[in-house]
Structure formats: C-alpha cells, structure tokens
C-alpha cells in the first residue's frame, strides 16, 4: 500500500509565501517523476510543476520564477516553494508521483503506476 500525503496548504496574502510537502509512504521499489497539479473550481487540473528522479524540472508558465519544486529522494518527498503568491494561484493543491511498489505476493518490484494524494487547500488573499 502507497500513500501519499500532502501538508503545508493554508491561506495566505497576496505577496506571500508557503511551502508545500509530499511524503511517500509505503513499500516503495524506486519513485519516478513527481509533480504538483492543482485544481480550482473554475478550472481543470492542471500541471503546476514537475520534476524527474534526475532532478529535471518543468514550470508552468504561470508560475515560472515563483515557484520551485524539489525533491529529497532520501526521503521520498517532494516540495514546492512557492513566492509571490497571487490570488489566482488559490486552488486545491495535489501531489503527484510515478512510481513502483513491491509486489508482496512475488518478492518483487511491480510494475510502474501512477498514484495521487488528496490535496491541500491553497488560499490567497488579496
């Protein structure tokens, strides 16, 4: 069993900054790329940012120079530093992460799958 478990969400003025963590937990083989989506209620969920087990990050434009995501794979976590908040960044935040588990029943690692957390308010006063 694979959980992943957001926490850092909350509100905050605009001009500020929060910092948002996702923990991996569970019989983890490796852990692939990990990205943060959000999701508001005028919006689809879309991508944030993105990042590969090699450290290669991907921005979207709304949000280059605002936002950074990293990852320590020692801990199976990855974050997301996010300056400048604006009103329109307020949304439902989500982890996302690609990865492999141990298969208990074969002693080894299954195949790869692709595996969400259950997201964390944030809001962004103006």
């Known amino acids: 069993q694979v959980q992943l478990v957001e926490s850092g969400g909350g509100l905050v003025q605009a001009g500020g900054s929060l910092r948002l963590s996702c923990v991996v937990s569970?019989?983890?083989?490796?852990?692939?790329?990990m990205a943060w989506y959000r999701q508001s209620p005028e919006k689809q969920r879309e991508l944030v940012a993105g990042i590969t087990s090699g450290g290669t990050t991907n921005y979207a434009d709304s949000v280059k120079g605002r936002f950074t995501i990293s990852r320590d794979n020692a801990k199976n976590t990855v974050y997301l530093q996010m300056n400048s908040l604006k009103p329109e960044d307020t949304a439902v935040y989500y982890c996302?992460?690609?990865?492999?588990?141990?298969?208990?029943?074969?002693?080894?690692?299954?195949?790869?799958?692709?595996?969400w957390g259950q997201g964390t308010q944030v809001t962004v006063s103006s």
């Open positions: 996302n992460a690609n990865l492999r588990a141990w298969d208990s029943s074969s002693w080894s690692p299954g195949p790869e799958f692709e595996t």
């Open positions: 569970g019989s983890i083989f490796s852990i692939n790329a």
